[in-house]
């Protein structure tokens, strides 16, 4: 089955800067869409950042200008570079991964969670 494994997550003070990674694993031939989504405390999930395939990445408004996500389709991985943290970007981290690619005739139709990284950034 495909897992998806998140690390990176800690504690920083605001102003400060974390990276997270993402990768995949299983039997894996491609992965169309992967992206990035964090939920607060109380609040609903939200989209960070996604990367479909080779198209240009798409932001959260919230987190645009500070964060930047990069994909390493061969690794089936993606990454989250955030700068200039504030206390607002506390939240659990999760990566999605959509339109996974077991082999050329075959396509997962599920979409794959990984189970989270947790991100506080103290003001």
């Known amino acids: 089955q495909v897992q998806l494994v998140e690390s990176g997550g800690g504690l920083v003070r605001s102003g400060g800067s974390l990276r997270l990674s993402c990768v995949a694993s299983?039997?894996?031939?491609?992965?169309?869409?992967m992206a990035w989504f964090r939920q607060a405390p109380g609040k609903q999930r939200e989209l960070v950042a996604q990367?479909?395939?080779?198209?240009?990445?798409v932001y959260g408004d919230s987190v645009k200008g500070r964060f930047t996500v990069s994909r390493d389709n061969a690794k089936h991985a993606i990454d989250l570079q955030m700068n200039n943290l504030k206390s607002e970007d506390t939240a659990v981290y999760s990566c999605?991964?959509?339109?996974?690619?077991?082999?050329?005739?075959?396509?997962?139709?599920?979409?794959?969670w990984g189970q989270g990284t947790q991100v506080i950034v103290s003001s």
């Open positions: 299983g039997p894996i031939m491609s992965i169309d869409d």
């Open positions: 990367v479909m395939g080779s198209s240009k990445a």
């Open positions: 999605r991964a959509r339109g996974v690619r077991r082999n050329e005739f075959e396509t997962f139709t599920a979409e794959f």
